[in-house]
């Protein structure tokens, strides 16, 4: 990328007088001078940011950075030689400005990670990580878990990314849109190098600075990564052991809870009041007093009869629907994504024995970035609040998706399929009715010529 930097270092420069100084006549002489304060041990020394890469706003940011990233307690020649020469990357740039055209499916999504394949290779890595049965001890998250997050992490250690996570991080906060993040992982990323666990060219990664088999940020490196293969380093890149270790002790540590499933696939009534969808957490016994059971029949386990559930339905009315226990948001901790979280857990089940669901997924069409965009838009324009135009289907655009097929006398799933599109956009479209213009006045007879009269008798 255009050029590359130099960060040259400021030396403190001290004069002294010429011992073979000119001889002058008397004088009185000046009091001494105070001795200079001793430089104090904490004071920093100084640093000149990189300027010279050729990018106004990179340079600009880092001349911004340095100052804070050494308040942060990154040391002058750590940030000096991990920095110089850094210019941006124009691959992340792209990546974190690009938003697809098309969205795809959910279905489509669950179908193309949920497979034989990753099936197969995930019943074979339950009994060749010797450290599981420690792990999962010591977590209390089972082993199937850990191994769907490894699974949709990175294919079980085989893809970890192999961008530098250092010079992707100055290139997304150079950019700004997500600058606090990027800021603060790039200072994660540098206490890890600066404590020598592992080295800059060891920290690659994703363009989002995910790294290892189990992807984690710098920041949750440094709080949650541990040594699973007790060999006194946590090395996420190259232990399986120490990744999952890790993994577990992410989602201990986010509210996993021992004993509980993660979700189960349920039937509702034919008069279900979808309005409930995304909504309340109940235990199973509420939901069966709406009429929601488990769809293979079989009965809730003992701790999932007390846990708090959420009802989604994540394809609409037509797709499988589930109860979402507190487990399933434990896995959204890692990554805060329904689809995600759902995938890691239907791995697990099938690593388990568990066969497949009882509801397949329905053919779901793709909406384009302008269509979702559109019905946003549409639902803004008839009164629901949908949360902006951003063209991300999000809680609250569902939520006002819901409120409007309901008062259209519609199944209130809050699916939003191509068929809603169109018709919200056909109502949105429509002349608002006003009151009934009153009738164009009558024009005026025209008057009748007078008739000739005939001439009477003389």
Known sequence: MRHRLLVPLLFLL???????????????SPAPAPPAPAPSPTAPTPVTPPTTSGDMVFDAWASDFYPRAIKAGIRPEVLQREMAGLTPDPRVAALDSRQPEFSKPLSEYIKGVVTPTRDAIGGRKRVEVPQLDFIEVTYGVPREVLLGV???????????????????????????????????????????????????????????????????????????????????????????????????????????????????????????????????????????????????????????????????????????????????????????????????????????????LVRPWPQETPLSLADRMTAQRALAALGYDAGGSDGLVGIKTRAALRQWQKARGLTADGYLSAAMVQRLT?????????????????APEAATPPRPTAPGPQ
């Open 150 to 356: 490894w699974a949709m992490e990175s294919g079980f250690g085989a893809i970890q990314g192999d961008f530098d996570v250092v010079r992707s991080m100055a290139t997304l906060a150079a950019q700004g849109r997500r600058r606090g993040f990027a800021e603060g992982e790039l200072i994660a990323a540098l206490k890890i190098i600066q404590s020598g666990e592992a080295t800059r060219a060891q920290l690659k990664g994703s363009w989002a600075g995910a790294m290892g088999q189990t992807q984690f940020i710098p920041s949750s490196f440094l709080a949650m990564a541990v040594d699973g293969d007790l060999d006194g380093k946590r090395d996420i890149w190259n232990s399986p052991a120490d990744a999952l270790a890790s993994a577990a002790n992410l989602l201990s540590k986010g509210g996993w809870r021992s004993g509980e499933s993660w979700a189960r696939e349920v039937a509702v009534p034919a008069d279900f009041d979808w309005s409930l969808s995304e909504g309340p957490r109940l235990t199973p016994a509420d939901w069966a007093a709406k009429g929601v059971v488990r769809a293979d029949g079989l009965p809730f386990n003992a701790a999932d009869q007390a846990a708090p559930a959420q009802l989604v339905a994540p394809t609409g009315a037509n797709g499988p629907i589930f109860l979402l226990f507190p487990n399933h948001f434990a896995i959204r901790k890692y990554n805060n994504s329904v689809a995600y979280a759902l995938a890691v857990g239907m791995l697990a089940d099938r690593f388990s024995g568990m066969g497949p």
């Open 14 to 28: 001290a004069s002294c007088a010429s011992p073979y100084a000119t001889r002058q006549p008397p004088a009185p």
């Open 426 to 442: 056909l109502e949105a479209q429509a002349p608002a009715p006003g009151p009934t213009p009153a009738p164009p006045p009558a």
